[in-house]
């Protein structure tokens, strides 16, 4: 998932400093970076946020939160695709600013207790449930 993290950020600086230049070129890129989000969304709703019970653990208030900044964060996108459609270049530090917290809070928070909380056998389950799908035309898995 760290992995894949890298990705989206690597599309989305792409798609911003494209958009500075040619609005066409950063609609493309913009359909692969929400590709990529959607898919890594997906991922971690459906398969690593999951493991929640009791509902009321730190670990799980953690994930509750994330999946309310998902939506948030394609509200936000959906925006961004509205602008792109009339051609308006969209403002989109305020998603850069949500995404860059949000990445933090997995990255240094809930993935380390998810890697302390869960067994071999949890981690083994996730892993193999995510490499069903994969994160990149062409590839097998992340």
Known sequence: MLGHHALIGLLLLAFRDTLIKDIESAEKLFGEFRWELDKHIFIEERVVFRFCEPLESE????ANNLVK?????LGMLNEVKNNLATRNKPDIS????LLTTHRRVEEEILYPKLD????KAQKEAIIARINEI????????I
């Open 94 to 97: 305020g998603f850069q600013e």
């Open 59 to 62: 670990i799980c208030k953690i």
């Open 69 to 73: 900044e998902h939506d948030v964060m």
């Open 134 to 141: 994969p994160m990149k035309e062409g590839s097998d898995a």
């Open 116 to 119: 302390q909380r869960l067994d």
